[in-house]
């Protein structure tokens, strides 16, 4: 199939329209159906026990006497789930998390599970386990995590990424580096230079559904999965691999999503649930608590920071350097290395370096959050930044824009950028009102950038005409904000009918081809150009049946508007044909009307922002208030605006939390401390102001209608924006996230101390 | 352990049922009656995702019991629209997008319209203060907070 | 004949050269030189690369061809949320 996925700068109908979503009505009457709303005849209930250590070696499980307990049909430690992942260390390391296999690894870390009849019972048969543990040293500061001292979470752990492979194990398990040019040099050039250390306390997505599934295995192998997730294709492959199951028995559907943010891109109690389902003979509905939620889902890493940047007297940064400790939870992962790509990626650097170390610790398995470690990189480095502006003495957007990356600007991560939009948005934040409005005692002002790669991907898309003329759309990309409303705008566009005509559903893993999951930003990049290949395939039918109809040549007619055209003079009395015309004949001209496609979209188009903030200090009590914020992004083209706000502003509070609130706090003994909404604090709507939006179009060259990603870059600039602008309403440089009042009261005691 | 039969309305139906004595309002609601409008967001009252109005209160019904409703009334998600026509505050919220993933929405038009009954002219403040017992983790609350604003003033007009 | 630059982690699994030459038409042919001239590298392919042509991101697209004198840089595959 040849697709062209260029940009070609057309003029659009439904496209930048704002109608009403196609999964509304339900949402606002209840109807609509999340995870835990599905039901089936005879389901048990499954319920997790969980480790109370944050290390521990498990000597022994005894289940007999829950297995004793009436009503219980089913137990399962993690012998009822061998290993298949066949050399497959990553997913080794899924299948650990999910049943702890001899060791407990933190707090919350899954032991055993059962299944009965009702909740009651599966509680009790949990207090029946014995589990003989065997503690051991923990570590879960991650600084504390690479001293030389620290207890070792795996030994079988030496540092990738070194010129020679460590002699000893360590709880490092990569590290990674990017840049180009000589920092030592460009420091050297320097005239003025910034030296700083940053940390940042873990947060969790914070979705407000917890985990939920319904796994149903049948004795002949097949088996169906209904579960909230991002990705139900690859939940399906990931649950088939670990149960060893054919991925083609195993129908996964996705239901509504009550929120991820990068959450739910990974399995936990899927593989439980259906491993229960199997032993036990019945389906198993598996909810988690909230408890269970913060303890074992998610988060997102803890980090710390050492940034370096040096620049001349007229603003020119010479070099930048940075340093990113990642915690990982206790299996190995990417999340420095994210970090260290994603660092100065704002910015025009002949030199710049920066290194990343992934670090175990005795905490939940780190797991995406927006823009993954994007946002603690920029809260140090858009710090930093801050801080140089004012040495050298110019404003601080000012200092942005003369760094600023361009068109031609050799990434800090490697590869040399195409039209991008980190200048445009830093001068619409110079030239937005929000810039001169006025501030009183104890308020401040921040502002900072954001960057995020935005991903393609594995896409497959179903494009129905029905014989009325109304088309169904079936895709395989979870809506996660709106993405429905989005995709049936693009399918309205392409083929020239009205929103109202087009219904687009979310496909279970048995009715579509392979699809990636929702994640980087990827879910109307990608969909909308799969959708748009459909389209233009079915367009190609349609034009063949008017052909027929007509009985002329396809060559003679075009598609304009909705309509078949027949083109040339000699077709001049020939009518158009509507969409609507042509389906209800399909049934005499070759029957039914659709168009498929199937493409790795790639090419998703970098995307920037710049935030920003005012910000009170109570200088009595460290408490904020945050009086005003803007958002300024780069779309590419925005299909449906009010969802891009939506994501905009969303992705903005939820930094805000993390800048201010947000933290998993753990006692000495390794347990998490506040794992519930009371103690882990999101931002309710009397902590915030309205957020503002600014909607940037630089159309990406490689989407069809210029379409970026817009759902991650939001979450990046607060961190920074909020503490540049605490920093400059209490007069001293915050370096520790979340700011919370005491972290802001004792900065500001300790300058008042000198 | 003994069933409790309560009788209730719901909605302004008669509804009668058995539950555990420890058993929540919104276990009830959910896994007995089907009506799954109402979500556990958190179990402890801090979300508001499973937000009801018993007898003209505000109230997390995972913090009530099932075996509380006895004679009372019960007003769920489930109720607010009268037949296929939408309360204003649902329209406003479909029209301003005041919601994303909308788990949390029906615990926010259960929350707002509890707001509105008791201050039909309110305050952005008023509305922000009104609704903090309200989690959404999706739109940063911007929108949430103009449909209510315009959702007060069809109200009023009405 | 392609310039291929590999970031740092890449380079030390390539006994230590952060820049390579291949003669290689596509990406497919591009990771199956790699491999076999850097033996260090194929557990790192398997696992995913993505590959950057005059900076577009390109993840699994083997027939991609390597335009003479393009740029290509080979990255590590992204999480996203």
Redesign the interface.
Known sequence: MNFDPRFSGRKFTSVGT?P??P???D????????G??FNMAGQLVGRVLRSPHAHAKIRKIDTSKAEKLPGVKAVITAADLPDLTDGDA?MYDVLDNCMARGKALYDGHAVAAVAAVDA?TARQALKLIEVDYELLPHVTDVDEAMKHSAPLINDAIFT????EKPVKPSNVT?????GHGDVHQGFGHADFIVERSFKTEQTH??????HACVASVSSDGTADLWVCTQGHFVYRQHCAQLLGMEASKLRVTSS????????K?HVWAEPVALALSRKAGRPVKL?M??DEVFRASGPTSATSVDVRIGARKDGTITAAEATLRYSCGPYAG??A??GA?TAFACYRLDNVKT?GYEVLVNRPKTA?????SAPMAAFAVESAVDELAKEVGMDPVEFRIRNAAQEGTRSS??????PIGIGPTLEAAKSHPHMKAPLGKNQGRGMACGFW?N????TCTDLNIGMDGSVSLAVGTVD???SRASLSLVAAEELGIAYEQVKAIVADTSSLGYNDMT????GTFSSSMATISAARNAIKILRERAAQMWDISVDDVVWENGHAIAKGEKHGNLGRLSLKEIAVASGKTGGPIAGHSEL?A???GVSFATHICDIEVDPETGATRVLRYTVVQDAGKAVHP??V??QY??G???GIGWALNEEYIYGKDGRLQNP???DYR?????D?P??DTQILEIPNP?HPYGVRGV??TSIVPPLAAIANAVSNAAGVRMTHIPMSPPRILAAIEAKRAG | MAGVAVSTTINGDHVEYLCQPDETLLDVLRDRLGLTGAKEGCGTGDCGACSIILDDRLVCSCLVLGAEAEGRRVETIEGMAHGDKLHPLQQKFLEHAALQCGICTPGFLIAAKDLLAKNPDPTEEEIRFGLAGNLCRCTGYDKIVRAVQDAASVMKGA | MVEVTLWGSLGAAAGGKNKVEIEAKDIRELFRKLAEQYPGLEPLIDRGIAVAIDGTIYRDTWSKELPEGSEIFLLPRLAGG
Request: with cysteine; glycine share 20%.
């Open positions: 704002r009403i979503r999964d509304g009505v949402k606002v009457t209840g109807r609509a159906r999340y835990a709303d990553a009651r990738e990424g070194l010129e990569k590290r990674s580096q990017f997505q914070g979705y407000i559904e917890p509504e999503i009550g929120g991820g943010f990068g959450g891109t909810v608590t909230r990417s999340w290395e994210i790509m290194v995406a959050y927006r823009a993954p991560y490697g590869p040399v950028y195409g790669f991903f393609g991907g594995q996660v904000g709106g994640d980087g930003s990827r790795v790639d090419g998703a009010t969802y706000e939506g502003q969303g903005a509070a939820q519930g909404f009371l999101i931002p309710v709507c009397s915030l309205m957020i490689n759902g991650e």
